[in-house]
């Protein structure tokens, strides 16, 4: 039933005190309706589930390939502690949507600058950020490899309360 419980995550404490949230069947599925237009994500496409199951982040990261019959791929602690394996796991799998906190991709950003030959084989068509503040100072230096289009960036925001985002932006270099 929609109204059901999808599952019980907790927030980040931020008014003082994290607090457990109940979200339903119809939040996560209204999540990914609402935003499809934006991405066209579809069976084509390789995601990672790079962050913690207890960050909402990950909610995105593991329904978004399972509701529209895409490929996962579950990035190691080790992997995801290492930008240059992780870089290299991203080209290995032709993965095309990245999610991404930003201080998780400013590490990227350099092993892609290190490794020009393994950053020249990544798939990427998206890159959605999320979890905290975006520097977008910080991403020259990727656009300076990458052009505009491939892959695209984006910016998004929410809660855990209101499941994972609520709002879009488009980045442009």
């Not at 791929?73 to 930003?102: G, H, M």
């Not at 990227?108 to 393994?118: F, K, S, V």
Request: glycine letters at 8%; charged letters at 20%.
């Amino acid at each position: 039933l929609p109204e059901s419980p999808a599952y019980a995550i907790y927030t980040s404490g931020s008014t003082g005190r994290p607090k457990g949230v109940v979200i339903p069947h119809a939040n996560v599925v209204r999540l990914f309706t609402r935003t499809s237009h934006w991405f066209g994500f579809g069976a084509d496409d390789v995601w990672t589930m790079f962050h913690s199951y207890a960050f909402d982040f990950s909610v995105w990261e593991l329904w978004g390939p399972l509701l529209h019959g895409g490929r996962l791929v579950v990035v190691p602690d080790e992997t995801a502690r290492s930008p240059e394996d992780f870089l290299r796991l991203l080209a290995d799998e032709k993965v095309t949507v990245l999610n991404q906190t930003p201080s998780a991709f400013y590490p990227l950003i350099r092993a892609d600058a290190e490794h020009p030959g393994t950053g020249a084989r990544l798939a990427l068509r998206t890159v959605i950020f999320g979890g905290e503040a975006l520097d977008t100072g910080r991403l020259a230096d990727w656009w300076t490899r990458h052009p505009a289009c491939a892959p695209r960036l984006v910016n998004m925001y929410g809660i855990t309360e209101t499941t994972v985002h609520v709002t879009h932006a488009p980045l442009d270099p």
